[in-house]
């Protein structure tokens, strides 16, 4: 049986949920669903919804939202805490490295293959050193559970980690519902993450800005599937919400197109991905862009957050060697473990993998959001057999992992509490300081068994509850 | 503020304002379409022809609630359907999101897809309903900006938005007016001739307001003077021209910087008030009115012009 974060297995209670369980019992699993009913009035009439392009139907979507919040204890926050911060000053180092002297390659420790050959590293970038030395502005870290003291980093993601704005709503949602249960004071509160973000993002204002930084968000649109956080983002910062085509160059400075003509930016927190910032440097067919960005980034005219090229901090290749980034960087025995991978690249460990797929998940190097998966246990002979063939094809572009006994989170059944795996995404804002809100997202896979939490596949979402001493 | 920004503001009060109008003409060709003789007169032509759109219509057949439902309110093709102007009226507000309040955020969010799942039987149906849910919606809006929103010069763009859009309105009701006119067979002042002109009035929530001003009786100088003329009805062109000098003269403030949009505004105010009714029947109504869609028309396009919307 997997660890359960509510029961015990002799059925009684965590200690940490005597008052969910109290809640739950006085107010009924009729009761809860009823109001299950009117969370999602909520969240659609306030708009929070995500699009899904391509499948027909209403292209905007809610994220299915479950009541019952999954829970930390302090003890436990204080590890997380810690852990968190130290992989996020891990990988701002490797970042670091990766883009000057390369020690970590000339140190053995990771082959240079892994890094300069990856799609995600940015020549252009080399021998640049962003201000305060940031690569990697806000880290997005996946953790799973699998007992009662351990807890592994699934992903991490260091370009633009998704979902913030679901930890802030869904809380908002919960307090709206049900002030009782917030009452006593004993759940830390997260509402700060805007404030902290722009703080953040003030403390890395490139050398050009004088005076008190202008920040904006860049997004690529109102079409984007992440939109709405966008704007949300925006909004609690109190910040203008831009898009390419209000942004242009001119000498070393980026402007925004205002009503009353040009104005300075100094930070852009960008929501696009790297080949489409800037079409001189990048993508020359891509008509979204900056022209000429690049240029003023690297001369110190405004600052991009997070850096481009940033992305081979999350790549899976090199996620592998993420503790002994903090071994070699920081000095330090790493508090958060990783799940043990394979990786189909190397010979021998190709063979394990095509050995034991069956027992095995798969994924792509590349891949995101759970596509391109194979879940070995739960998959047919033919389709374990077409995986191994591709997987031959391209070994470098494939590693595996083992099928994890994840814990299961208490989730709100028609009739019952039901448990259901999940995971969990805290958000750690790397400034001058390093910030870490009490929170993060929990996605909660809906189905019985589902290891897939991804919203686009139909995961859900709950509230995260940090306790306080 | 961003000039996309800006814009987005403009347009989304325009939208929503024109999607009021639209209800408004249903409405009225409703009223107009019930009297006896209707049928043959095709009523709902002229109401069409009010929206902009008369030629999508063959002239040899008769126009008919179906088909002004149908183009008015459903047609998702039909760029001024309400269908149309309130999914517009949304992405411009989702574009410019950051500048809304909740509340009208909410109301634009509202059953956004509502008429998406309509047929024209079920919508002429409850056609009542629908525009009343039409209605709602504006006011809604309305109202939370009113209330909430800052009143910076995003404020400024969304009046001056739906000023511009409200003055056409009017010009475009009393338009409909002319278009049921029929001098061969009708004589001014007669009782067909009496109940289409309060139908206007009614059309714009404006019987009452007009009983307090003229007393009891309806004379089609006195309505005109009322709806062009009158400073202290809102839906006045004279009122709405005010209310777009008043918003551009902000405007010009915020930035310290006068264009054409400025002079023209003030040209309108000036050349409306040395206008009576009088002079409007010996000009013609219909010249009038085509000469005020007309400035405003010009008027949008010099407000664009200068604060370099897209």
């Not at chain 1, 930390?72 to 490797?94: P, S, Y």
């Not at chain 1, 930016?265 to 910032?277: Q, S």
């Not at chain 2, 039987?121 to 009343?132: C, F, M, V, Y």
């Amino acid at each position: 049986m997997p660890f359960h974060e509510m029961f015990e297995p002799d059925g009684s209670v965590r200690s940490c949920y005597d008052e969910v369980q109290q809640w739950v019992e006085r107010t009924g699993i009729a009761g809860l669903n009823r109001r299950m009913d009117e969370a999602e009035a909520i969240f659609r009439r306030i708009g929070i919804t995500f699009a899904v392009y391509g499948e027909g139907g209403d292209p905007e979507r809610l994220i299915p939202f479950d009541l019952l919040p999954r829970i930390f204890t302090a003890q436990e926050w204080r590890v997380l805490d810690k852990g968190i911060r130290q992989r996020a000053r891990a990988l701002n180092a490797f970042l670091h490295d990766v883009y000057h002297r390369g020690e970590i390659v000339k140190a053995g420790i990771m082959p240079a293959d892994i890094i300069y050959r990856n799609s995600a590293y940015l020549a252009e970038m080399a021998d640049f050193t962003p201000p305060g030395k940031v690569y990697s502005h806000i880290v997005g870290i996946d953790i799973v559970r699998t007992g009662p003291g351990s807890f592994e980093v699934l992903e991490d993601n260091c370009r633009t980690p998704s979902g913030v704005s679901y930890m802030l709503e869904n809380r908002e949602i919960m307090t709206r519902m049900f002030p009782e249960l917030f009452n006593q004071g004993i759940v830390a509160p997260v509402d700060d993450y805007p404030a902290e973000l722009l703080k953040s993002l003030k403390e890395v204002a490139p050398p050009a800005c004088k005076g008190d930084p202008v920040v904006v968000v860049l997004t690529p649109g109102s079409l984007n599937s992440a939109y709405y956080e966008h704007s949300f983002l925006a909004d609690l910062m109190g910040v203008e919400l831009v898009e390419p085509a209000d942004l242009f160059v001119d000498g070393d400075r980026v402007y925004m197109k205002t009503t009353l003509g040009p104005k300075a930016v100094d930070v852009i927190y960008r929501r696009i991905d790297d080949e489409y910032l800037d079409p001189l440097v990048f993508r020359a067919d891509s008509l979204l862009g900056v022209p000429g960005i690049f240029n003023v980034y690297r001369n110190g005219g405004v600052t991009l957050a997070s850096a481009p090229g940033a992305g081979i901090a999350d790549d899976k290749a090199v996620y592998i060697y993420v503790p002994e980034m903090i071994r070699f960087y920081l000095g330090e025995k790493p508090i958060l473990d990783n799940i043990q991978t394979w990786q189909c690249g190397k010979p021998d460990e190709m063979a394990y993998v095509l050995e034991n797929l069956h027992e095995l998940v798969a994924k792509e190097v590349h891949g995101s959001g759970g596509y391109g998966m194979l879940i070995g246990p739960k998959s047919t002979k033919d389709e374990i057999a077409a995986y191994a063939a591709r997987i031959r094809a391209n070994p470098g572009e494939f590693i595996a992992q083992p099928t994890l006994d994840l814990s299961t989170v208490p989730t709100l059944g028609p009739a019952a509490v039901v448990g259901r795996h999940a995971d969990f995404r805290p958000y750690c804002l790397v400034g001058k300081q390093i910030r870490l809100v009490p929170g993060g997202l929990t996605r909660v896979a809906l189905t019985e068994g589902s290891l897939v939490v991804n919203s686009s596949q139909g995961g859900g979402v709950k509230d995260t509850w940090v306790l306080q001493d | 503020m961003l000039s996309r920004t800006a814009e987005n503001l403009f347009w989304m009060a325009r939208y929503m304002e024109r999607a009021e109008a639209t209800a408004r003409l249903l409405t009225m060709g409703q009223r107009m379409a019930i009297l006896p003789g209707a049928h043959h007169r095709d009523e709902w032509r002229s109401v069409v022809r009010a929206t902009g759109a008369g030629h999508q219509f063959p002239e040899d057949t008769i126009v008919t609630e179906s088909d002004a439902v149908s183009f008015m309110m459903l047609d998702a093709d039909n760029p001024s359907s309400i269908r149309s102007c309130l999914l517009k009226a949304r992405a411009n507000a989702k574009s410019a999101r950051t500048m809304l309040t909740q509340d009208m955020w909410e109301a634009l969010n509202e059953g956004w897809r509502k008429l998406d799942s309509y047929d024209v039987g079920e919508a002429r149906q409850q056609l009542p309903t629908l525009i009343d849910w039409v209605k709602t919606r504006v006011m809604t809006f309305r109202g939370a900006a009113h209330s909430g929103q800052l009143r910076n010069e995003g404020h400024d763009f969304l009046r001056a938005g739906s000023a511009l859009e409200r003055a056409q309105m009017t010009l475009r009701l009393l338009d409909v007016k002319y278009y049921v006119l029929l001098p061969e067979t009708e004589v001014i002042g007669g009782n067909r001739d009496h109940y289409q002109w309060t139908s206007v009035l009614h059309a714009l929530s404006g019987s009452r307001a007009y009983h307090h001003v003229y007393g009891g009786t309806y004379t089609p100088w006195q309505i005109t003077d009322f709806l062009m003329l009158n400073r202290l009805f809102p839906r006045s062109v004279a009122y709405c021209y005010d209310q777009l000098a008043y918003r551009l003269n902000r405007l010009a403030g915020w930035h310290d910087a006068r264009a054409a949009c400025h002079e023209t505004v003030h040209d309108m105010v000036a050349a409306l008030e040395k206008l009576d009714s009088g002079e409007i029947f010996r000009f013609g109504l219909h010249e009038t009115v085509q000469h005020g869609l007309s400035s405003t028309n010009r008027l949008g396009a010099e407000i664009a012009e200068a604060y370099h919307f897209g």
